[in-house]
């Protein structure tokens, strides 16, 4: 999973899983993600 593919996912009104959620949270509070 990556965050490109979750923004693209919210950006077409998609939905996202709760998988998705969970390893957005996470990513970014290890600093995997930027904000």
Do not use: F, H, N, P
Request: aromatic share 6%; proline share 0%.
């Amino acid at each position: 999973m990556d965050v490109i593919s979750v923004i693209r996912t919210k950006r077409d009104r998609g939905e996202l899983s709760e998988a998705q959620i969970d390893w957005v949270v996470d990513a970014y509070t290890r600093g995997v993600v930027a904000d």
